[in-house]
């Protein structure tokens, strides 16, 4: 049996199974979940580490499974950018298990070698699976949704609109829910950063895909606009969560890295 160790355990998130439920019980801690009731179908949520941005990615999460009105969710697609190794297309990971603090995921293998051989741009290179962008997430989905199979893809040079229709077909299936990694704006001051992440959300919010070429900056534009495409096709609706910067953390008002959380969901 193969499995996806952790590359970034006890730097972007803690190693030991204890810490990692403090922060998501701290997280869940300092906000009330409102009675609106809406299908939710995937998330977008940032990648730092979780001091930084935890709380806005926990958010996405609590929200999926508390609101979701899709109870049987059997597997979840985490879609995030290489950050380490450079790649044309994307990385689909085709291991048997996953690594988190919280005890393994199981990874879909059957239907990551179903879509592998079903698009062109997917394949597996193994050293791109150090990827943290996507593994900052599983402690998470491991969390929240216990019963659920994972499965991975990373992507480099990436053709937006391939990767839609990618995502098109994750949507066709219902027990699917689809997680786009990605950060903001990167190292610009506090009021820079600001002015161009509030590009992006708009951009998200309007789901206007020629805005986020306006000026938005974010490392998982990609997955972002791949999926802003898909969910037009299907009349989904965005909500934005929650802003903030790595300055809330940090005090750090001159390299400030920028972090949301948003829903596609089926009103």
């Not at 299936?173 to 509030?198: G, M």
């Amino acid at each position: 049996m193969s499995t996806r160790r952790c590359a970034v355990r006890g730097t972007f998130y803690p190693y030991e199974r204890k810490e990692v439920e403090n922060y998501i019980k701290d997280f869940n801690k300092s906000f009330s979940i409102n009675n609106e009731i809406f299908d939710i179908k995937a998330a977008i949520v940032p990648h730092a580490g979780y001091v930084y941005s935890g709380f806005t990615a926990n958010l996405a999460y609590n929200l999926s499974t508390n609101h979701n009105l899709r109870k049987n969710i059997k597997r979840v697609i985490v879609i995030g950018p290489s950050h380490r190794v450079y790649l044309e297309g994307s990385s689909i990971a085709l291991y048997d298990f996953y690594e988190t603090p919280l005890g393994s995921m199981q990874i879909d293998l059957d239907y990551s070698n179903e879509l592998m051989k079903k698009y062109d741009f997917l394949n597996f290179f193994e050293n791109v699976h150090q990827e943290h962008s996507t593994e900052t997430q599983i402690p998470f989905i491991k969390n929240y949704f216990k019963d659920a199979k994972v499965i991975e893809i990373v992507y480099g040079k990436q053709d937006f609109e391939e990767l839609s229709v990618l995502i098109d077909e994750l949507f066709e299936d219902k027990s699917n829910f689809i997680v786009i990694s990605s950060d903001l704006s990167h190292f610009y001051t506090l009021e820079e950063a600001k002015r161009l992440d509030n590009r992006c959300i708009k951009a998200i919010e309007e789901m206007d895909l020629d805005l986020f070429d306006s000026g938005c900056e974010a490392c998982g534009m990609i997955g972002i606009k791949a999926l802003i495409k898909s969910a037009l096709k299907r009349d989904f609706k965005t909500k934005i969560l929650h802003y903030c910067t790595s300055y809330d953390a940090s005090n750090d008002s001159s390299r400030v890295v920028g972090y949301t959380s948003a829903l596609v969901v089926k009103e």
